[in-house]
């Protein structure tokens, strides 16, 4: 068995835009989730861990934190997630309408021509320290 840090230290957080249709959700969802373990550096941080079943069969890169998902009301509570992570530093990937149209291509220059006050949020994901993240969260629900 490996020495593992303490899983209730750090976590992800994924909040999600409850007007949104699920599947675009789920779209955005994955976009996000591949965004942030893929790109903010942290490999190691993040704690991926190889399962082996008792056949020999490799499990990889499964998160020894937990990740919650939670629902928000509107963008606009997205949007105050993101200005919080901001500040704190905190590492996020976040989803927008203007990212569900098109090619990459289109989705970049919809949303370079868009100002950020009117970026329809589908969803944030966020890394971090589990106390931190609970008081940018707090009063956010499990998605249902």
Not at 52 to 64: C, F, R
Not at 91 to 96: I, L, Q, S
């Amino acid at each position: 068995m490996q020495n593992l840090p303490d899983e209730n230290t750090k976590r992800f957080a994924a909040v999600l835009n409850k007007k949104i249709e699920i599947g675009r959700l789920m779209n955005a969802l994955g976009h996000m989730t591949a965004g942030l373990a893929g790109g903010v550096g942290l490999r190691d941080e993040l704690c991926f861990l190889q399962y082996e079943d008792k056949n020999g069969g490799k499990h990889p890169n499964i998160s020894h934190f937990p990740f919650i998902v939670l629902q928000a009301d509107n963008s606009n509570k997205i949007r105050a997630v993101r200005n919080e992570a901001l500040k704190r530093n905190i590492p996020f990937v976040d989803f927008t309408s203007t990212m569900a149209i098109g090619t990459s291509e289109q989705q970049m220059f919809a949303t370079g021509e868009t100002l950020e006050t009117n970026l329809e949020y589908y969803g944030i994901c966020l890394f971090g320290k589990t106390m931190e993240l609970k008081e940018i969260t707090g009063r956010l629900s499990l998605f249902r």
